[in-house]
């Protein structure tokens, strides 16, 4: 709700009401001298404040990048105002909605992401605490990951005379905390197995049930049948995510994928920081390398979001090394895919030897003879796939009949770290039924043909739905 700006202690111009609750308004302001947005809540003097000022004091000890960061404190005659890090995105409650975008690999970021911030919390030094409220309304789906909200009954572990212990929501609370007002880090642990449970049941192809007996391990009333720690949970989560997600990928999974463009600008960093965000997703630990001369992995890294570890720069799923220059040599982590990026260069990217090799050609008139020209290079390279961008099936067409080999489209799209069906469908076609006595033909409308790859033969089903 859009109100009359106004500008607070003397640097904060309103903008708007973001939401109300018991006692309290929050508002969204932006900050006069650095142009940054902070999220107020004002708390009135009429109501019981204490418990919301406890929660400043509380985000004021927790520092964790999935944790919003609390600014600053102001007090008037009326009210106290807490100033915060303002989180843009939308509630899991909201999201959840839609239940047709929930998928095994949405449930698993978002439990992995949760639990570690519960981990986070129940091994805070000196003092350990418990969050108490955990439900899809309190996570916030923000650009690059999730963000936990809302702290206004977390406790410390053993805090004694807590009346907090009494609160939360009915439906996400522990028994032993509704009965007897007693909590644990097994609290929080039943917390997060109802909330697997939740997302499990709203995925609409249901091929998440196998993880159902987690959840109800998570939420078992029987403390002593109950994980004992969120560290276990996550454990056993992992491993069934794992061995469930690469079971078709297991026997003949790629090591070396190269990306190389008919000419410059066409499109190949866009195209490997996609597949390096899918891959990751799929916990197939992927490493993207920029092996061409533009930096534009440096430009992005430094237009911020990401954090160093190691060589590597972190973005979400995706992790990346940019161009490091003579007498710097990093290595990617030991089994992780390497997707290399060799921009138009063409020779260079023939030096490697290829588990798949991406051409990426464009949609346009004009560029045909480039396609051209790239193709009869790559011609021979027996785990060949031609991408054209810009999601042109016409273009793609066309360069199936002329070259009679597989073509596929890379959709139109702005944001190479965001994940959509359309790239999802693509990335998957690369990677299903790659067994090697799994035989398939595809019939290219000009030359039929049986694909001898192992690769080729994966994605025969996907691009003659494409290009036929």
């Excluded at 009494?166 to 028994?175: I, L, V």
């Excluded at 917390?191 to 091929?207: F, P, V, W």
């Excluded at 066409?266 to 899918?278: M, N, R």
Aim: aromatic share 10%; net charge neutral.
């Amino acid at each position: 709700m859009k109100i009359e700006e106004v500008i607070w202690f003397d640097r904060y111009m309103i903008l708007s009401e973001l939401g109300r609750g018991s006692g309290s308004i929050v508002y969204l302001a932006r900050h006069q001298k650095l142009g940054e947005y902070r999220a107020i809540k004002r708390i009135s003097k009429d109501t019981d404040s204490a418990w919301q000022i406890r929660e400043a004091e509380i985000l004021n000890h927790l520092k964790h990048p999935k944790i919003p960061d609390i600014y600053d404190m102001e007090e008037d005659e009326e009210a106290y105002y807490i100033i915060e890090e303002y989180i843009e995105g939308e509630s899991l409650e909201a999201f959840m909605l839609q239940s047709s975008f929930i998928t095994p690999d949405f449930i698993y970021h978002i439990i992995m992401e949760v639990a570690e911030i519960l981990d986070y919390m129940h091994h805070l030094k000196p003092n350990p605490m418990i969050y108490q409220d955990l439900k899809p309304e309190h996570i916030i789906l923000g650009k690059e990951s999730i963000k936990l909200i809302d702290f206004g009954i977390a406790s410390y572990l053993g805090e004694s005379g807590n009346k907090f212990q009494n609160y939360g929501t009915p439906e996400f609370c522990a028994p032993e905390k509704v009965k007897e007002a007693k909590v644990s880090i097994q609290t929080d642990v039943y917390s997060i197995g109802k909330l697997l449970e939740k997302l499990i049941c709203a995925e609409e192809e249901q091929k998440s049930r196998y993880l159902m007996h987690i959840a109800k391990r998570a939420m078992n009333p029987d403390l002593s049948e109950r994980y004992n720690s969120v560290r276990s949970f996550m454990g056993d989560f992992a491993k069934q995510m794992q061995s469930q997600n690469n079971s078709n990928y297991q026997k003949h999974l790629l090591k070396k994928i190269v990306v190389a463009g008919s000419q410059p600008r066409i499109g190949t960093t866009h195209l490997s920081i996609s597949f390096t965000e899918y891959l990751n997703q799929k916990n197939i630990m992927t490493v993207y390398q920029e092996k061409n001369p533009s930096e534009n992995m440096r430009m992005t890294i430094q237009s911020g979001g990401f954090t160093k570890e190691g060589g590597l720069y972190r973005r979400g799923n995706f992790y990346g090394m940019p161009v490091y220059g003579e007498g710097i040599e990093v290595k990617a982590p030991q089994n992780a895919v390497s997707i290399l990026d060799y921009g138009a260069d063409i020779k260079g990217a023939l030096r490697e030897k290829a588990d798949l090799f991406l051409l990426v050609t464009g949609s346009r008139e004009w560029e045909i003879k480039y396609a051209d020209f790239a193709y009869d290079k790559v011609k021979k390279e027996d785990s060949l796939v031609i991408i054209t961008n810009y999601g042109n099936i016409p273009q793609a067409k066309q360069y199936a009949r002329r070259y009679a080999q597989t073509v596929y489209c890379f959709p139109l799209d702005l944001n190479p770290f965001l994940m959509t069906k359309e790239k999802e469908r693509l990335f998957e076609g690369l990677l299903e039924n790659k067994g090697e006595n799994n035989k398939k033909y595809w019939n290219c409308r000009k030359c039929p043909r049986q694909w001898n790859n192992a690769l080729i033969r994966g994605i025969g089903k996907l691009c003659s739905k494409r290009t036929e």
